[in-house]
């Protein structure tokens, strides 16, 4: 098919863990529009054009090889693929600004605006620009002045439509959304400008899935949501530390709140912590724009979900030592999973990465063990990297342990063969579950030494 036989040509910029995806979607749903994904990342695009992908992420691959080649490219000529685009999603990293004004809270926007300005530098002809990326509310604000103040009399119609999906659950998420939000200016050409990409999303979204709304609603809508989302982590996370101090049950409790549909049941799993690149992120960003607007009750309030994580994770090693008689000095410890969540690659902000650090600095001899994140945990730790082993197989990691810790919930530990495992260790053997996820009575009779979450221990001294 030529270029000019696509009803649509779509570029989007950034070929991250969001933008690879969702584009990978709308070339599979969406034959008929030409997808080109960019990247000044060259390494990060030979990838996305090979079967190793740049990212795991379970049907993704399936997905990429259905329509590469066909509507769906992905390169590094980023000035050619902004010339021939009609519509623009810029799905570039946002992160935490680490430096000056509002260092450690507000976004950095420098990738941001860079892309702005490559955009007005190349363009010739009008175009529809996307807010992918998870931004500060009024952010289209300052982008529509930067595009619209160019000399060439061209228009930029600067719309918000941020992405709600999971890693892990990706592909999922992005074929069956529960709603695709399109902010716009409400003006005739805002809403022109939405129409067309509601046209997008409708080829497989059903209608009343797609949500519309101002602009600004749209860019506060995605900040509230990971703000909500991780404040039930923090609260489900207070409740554990209670719950150890009193003999009642996590676990019991979720379930019992998660039955009352106001509440509602997901997202209530007490863990070492919330992990993942965005969760922090977003609520600090969130608190930094409260407290620019002089909210600061408002501000401490949504603070207050980020210092439980953290207090969280400290907690989860607290109890650790303590267990251990005090001291981990020279204790062999796993960890199994390093990952932030299940099914992914990804350790961004991943608890492990704290709590292997608090491990080291104790003198312990941390083994990391994960089925996909070990390149990424040498990364992470590279400072560390002498006083570390990283073993894929768990039961090898385990080998000679004084204690292992579940730090990511992946399936097949549910399934490990834990007698086996207690045979190679050390005693006493100590079992510490971060995410609740095993039989716990089951792992006693074996003879470990039981820590779990929100529930009282099961100890044999
Ligand atoms: P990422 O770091 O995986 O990908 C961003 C990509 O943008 C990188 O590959 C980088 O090289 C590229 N990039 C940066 N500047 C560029 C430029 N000027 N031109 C071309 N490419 C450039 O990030 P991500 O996880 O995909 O997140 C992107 C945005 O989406 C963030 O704002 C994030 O908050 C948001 N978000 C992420 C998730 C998630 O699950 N990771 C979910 C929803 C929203
Ligand atoms: C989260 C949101 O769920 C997405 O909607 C959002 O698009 C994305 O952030 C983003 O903006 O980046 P993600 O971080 O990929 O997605 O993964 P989640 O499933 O939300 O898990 C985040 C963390 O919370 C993980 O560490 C997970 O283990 C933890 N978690 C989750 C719990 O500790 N308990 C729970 O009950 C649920």
Redesign the pocket.
């Given at each position: 098919m030529g270029k000019n036989e696509f009803a649509k040509r779509i570029l989007c910029i950034g070929a991250g863990y969001v933008g690879g995806p969702t584009m990978a979607v709308i070339a599979a749903k969406c034959p008929q529009y030409k997808i080109t994904v960019v990247d000044i990342n060259a390494a990060r695009i030979n990838a996305w054009n090979s079967d190793s992908l740049p990212i795991y992420e379970p049907g993704l691959l399936d997905v990429v090889k259905q329509a590469r080649g066909r509507n769906l490219f992905f390169s590094t000529d980023v000035d050619a693929a902004i010339m021939e685009a009609e519509i623009i999603f810029v799905s570039v990293n946002t992160p935490t600004k680490s430096f000056g004004e509002g260092a450690g809270k507000a976004a950095d926007l420098q990738y941001w605006e860079l892309t702005a300005r490559n955009i007005v530098r190349v363009s010739q002809s009008d175009k529809i620009i996307i807010e992918k990326s998870?931004l500060p509310v009024r952010t289209a604000e300052a982008m529509s002045r930067i595009l619209n103040a160019n000399e060439k009399g061209i228009k930029f119609e600067v719309l918000s439509n941020p992405?709600?999906?999971?890693?892990?659950t990706a592909i999922e998420d992005l074929n069956s959304p529960d709603r695709v939000l399109i902010g716009s200016q409400l003006t005739p050409e805002g809403i022109k400008a939405r129409d067309a990409v509601v046209e997008i999303y409708a080829n497989w979204v059903p209608k009343d899935r797609i949500v519309t709304s101002n602009v600004w609603s749209a860019e506060l809508s995605?900040l509230v949501?990971?703000a909500f989302?991780a404040q039930?982590?923090s609260s489900?996370n207070t409740i554990s530390a209670l719950c150890e101090k009193t003999e009642a049950n996590v676990t019991e409790v979720s379930r019992t709140i998660g039955m009352d549909t106001r509440i509602g049941s997901?997202?209530?799993?007490?863990?070492v912590?919330?992990?993942?690149?965005?969760?922090k992120k977003?609520i600090l960003n969130l608190v930094y724009i409260c407290q620019s607007y002089g909210l600061t009750e408002v501000a401490d309030y949504w603070e207050s979900v980020v210092a439980m994580n953290e207090y969280q994770k400290h907690r989860f090693v607290k109890t650790m030592l303590t267990a251990m008689f005090n001291t981990v000095a020279g204790k062999r410890i796993a960890l199994l999973g390093f990952a932030?969540?299940a099914d992914t690659g990804d350790t961004r902000e991943?608890?492990a990465i704290d709590v292997a650090r608090q491990l080291l600095d104790e003198h312990a001899r941390v083994v990391i063990s994960d089925p996909k994140a070990l390149d990424n945990a040498k990364i992470d730790l590279a400072d560390y990297v002498d006083r570390l082993e990283f073993v894929e197989d768990p039961y090898e990691a385990a080998k000679g342990a004084h204690a292992i810790a579940i730090m990511t919930?992946w399936k097949d530990y549910k399934g490990l063969d834990y007698k086996k495992i207690y045979a190679g260790m050390e005693r006493p053997s100590f079992i510490f579950d971060g995410r609740n996820i095993l039989d716990h009575q089951a792992l006693f009779k074996i003879g470990f030494n039981v820590f779990p979450l929100g529930q009282p221990p099961l100890k044999y001294y």
């Open positions: 998870t992405e709600f999906l999971a890693e892990g995605k949501a990971n989302l039930r982590i489900i997901r997202f209530l799993m007490s863990s912590g919330f992990g993942g690149s965005c969760f977003d932030f969540k991943s608890p919930e």
